[in-house]
């Protein structure tokens, strides 16, 4: 079974802090992706990568940055965290040649931003 | 006007219940149509997808896409109170990774015993 993993739960931080979101799959996926879902906006995607240090923009990107090192990992930064980035944050893997893309959803991490 | 709609709910229904979960889309360009079904303080599962025009069945569900009215129905029969969680529809064009999927908002499903 293909297993996505987030560091946290939940999370609470100050306005200004910078915070680190870890995502790691195990189903050796090229394709990473983080979204957040907030009540009546649905599932909104911020980054995604399609290889070891590549990224590209989604929806939403702006106050957000990703890296992603190794091929299992791909990390969610929030340089400044503001209120309006409390919301649940979900990671997501596929692999490449998936036909359709078949995204897998890790648990999801609760922030709230005080 | 957005890309794909979804009644948000809640839907609620008696044990036993046939369940239609409906969304509409505006591109054309859709080719594939996947259902996630995502239970309260959980990340989505993919539950079914279906590639074009036509019906696909697994069990107690039935997904159903209909292009030429850009619209796709998932339907549940025998309606179980597990099944009580919030659907996603979503699609892409091409069906690979570099199109993303475009997912609506959800329809909160509820089942009562």
Request: charged share 25%; glycine share 8%; proline share 5%.
């Given at each position: 079974d293909v297993k996505v993993t987030q560091s946290s739960r939940y999370l609470v931080k100050r306005t200004g802090e910078k915070v680190f979101l870890e995502c790691v799959q195990d189903m050796d996926h090229e394709n990473m992706f983080w979204y957040r879902q907030d009540p009546g906006l649905g599932l909104r995607l911020i980054y995604f990568s399609y290889d070891v240090k590549m990224k590209e923009k989604g929806d939403i990107p702006e106050g957000y940055s990703v890296s992603r090192e190794k091929k299992e990992r791909f990390s969610l930064i929030l340089e400044s965290a503001s209120t309006n980035q409390t919301s649940m944050y979900l990671c997501a893997s596929s692999p490449r040649q998936g036909i359709p893309d078949t995204q897998y959803f890790g648990p999801g991490t609760r922030l709230t931003v005080l | 006007q957005k890309e794909v709609e979804q009644d948000p709910g809640p839907l609620s229904v008696p044990e036993g219940a046939i369940v239609s979960l409906n969304c509409t889309y505006s591109?054309?360009?859709?080719q594939y149509f996947m259902w996630y079904r995502q239970y309260s303080r959980k990340g989505p599962e993919l539950l079914m997808y279906t590639y074009s025009s036509g019906n696909k069945e697994d069990g107690r569900f039935t997904a159903q896409v209909d292009k030429s009215s850009k619209y796709i129905s998932l339907f549940i029969r025998d309606s179980q109170p597990s099944d009580s969680a919030t659907y996603l529809c979503a699609m892409t064009?091409?069906?690979?990774?570099?199109d993303g999927l475009t997912f609506g908002k959800g329809t909160h499903l509820i089942i009562q015993p």
């Amino acid at each position: 079974d293909v297993k996505v993993t987030q560091s946290s739960r939940y999370l609470v931080k100050r306005t200004g802090e910078k915070v680190f979101l870890e995502c790691v799959q195990d189903m050796d996926h090229e394709n990473m992706f983080w979204y957040r879902q907030d009540p009546g906006l649905g599932l909104r995607l911020i980054y995604f990568s399609y290889d070891v240090k590549m990224k590209e923009k989604g929806d939403i990107p702006e106050g957000y940055s990703v890296s992603r090192e190794k091929k299992e990992r791909f990390s969610l930064i929030l340089e400044s965290a503001s209120t309006n980035q409390t919301s649940m944050y979900l990671c997501a893997s596929s692999p490449r040649q998936g036909i359709p893309d078949t995204q897998y959803f890790g648990p999801g991490t609760r922030l709230t931003v005080l | 006007q957005k890309e794909v709609e979804q009644d948000p709910g809640p839907l609620s229904v008696p044990e036993g219940a046939i369940v239609s979960l409906n969304c509409t889309y505006s591109n054309s360009a859709f080719q594939y149509f996947m259902w996630y079904r995502q239970y309260s303080r959980k990340g989505p599962e993919l539950l079914m997808y279906t590639y074009s025009s036509g019906n696909k069945e697994d069990g107690r569900f039935t997904a159903q896409v209909d292009k030429s009215s850009k619209y796709i129905s998932l339907f549940i029969r025998d309606s179980q109170p597990s099944d009580s969680a919030t659907y996603l529809c979503a699609m892409t064009p091409s069906g690979g990774g570099a199109d993303g999927l475009t997912f609506g908002k959800g329809t909160h499903l509820i089942i009562q015993p």
